[in-house]
């Protein structure tokens, strides 16, 4: 309807596949619209129009999450894509590539995990483990140890189980169900 050829056709839907395929999260409509729409590579009619073709073709699927309507690549949609990628222009990739990247940048920044600990007179250790969103701390917590081996160790497992550990926390003190590490 809108597209000018089959060929941009083609190459607009294999684009939003290869977006919506480098997130490493799921993106809402208004995200990759917005993404499509900064780089200029097509309109917002266009963007909208693929994007239902890709779901009526089962190559992407949308889903609510935590009252989020995101859309998820399928399996066809990653094989087409593996298929067809070569379509895509280099330059374009790099772009998206890049913005994932700097999006990934901003959003440490906005979210920081801090784990860190120093030695004190009488020869034990205090830890601080924090957890700052936008420059505001969520949750700091002071632990005394009495080795630095066991100061690096909680350092070491707060940093790859934040989110398990500050939800269990949480819970704990408000007298909810503690939460499994795999959930």
């Known amino acids: 309807m809108f597209a000018e ?13 290869y977006i919506i395929d480098k997130s490493e999260k799921p993106l809402a409509n208004k995200e990759i619209t917005e ?20 779901i009526q073709a089962n190559f992407i699927e949308y889903l609510d999450r935590d009252n ?11 094989a087409t894509l593996s ?5 895509i222009p ?4 790099e772009e998206i590539i890049n913005k994932f990247m700097e999006l990934k940048g901003q959003e440490k920044k906005s979210t920081q995990i801090l784990g860190d600990y120093y ?35 909680i350092c070491s497992t707060w940093e790859k189980n934040t989110e398990y550990i500050y939800k269990n926390m949480l819970n704990m003190l408000v007298g909810e169900k503690i939460a499994s590490i795999e959930e």
């Open 5 to 17: 050829n089959t060929e941009e056709l083609a190459q607009n839907k294999l684009l939003l596949l």
């Open 35 to 54: 993404f499509v729409l900064e780089k200029n590579y097509m309109n917002y009619f266009l963007i909208q129009q693929y994007l239902s073709e890709l």
């Open 68 to 78: 989020k309507d995101l859309y998820y690549i399928l399996d066809k949609g990653k």
């Open 83 to 87: 298929y067809f990628e070569d379509r």
């Open 90 to 93: 280099k330059k374009i990739k």
């Open 119 to 153: 030695q004190k007179e009488d020869g034990q250790f205090m830890v601080n483990l924090k957890l700052v969103e936008k420059d505001e701390a969520l949750f700091s917590l002071y632990i005394n140890v009495a080795t630095i081996e066991q100061a690096k160790k």
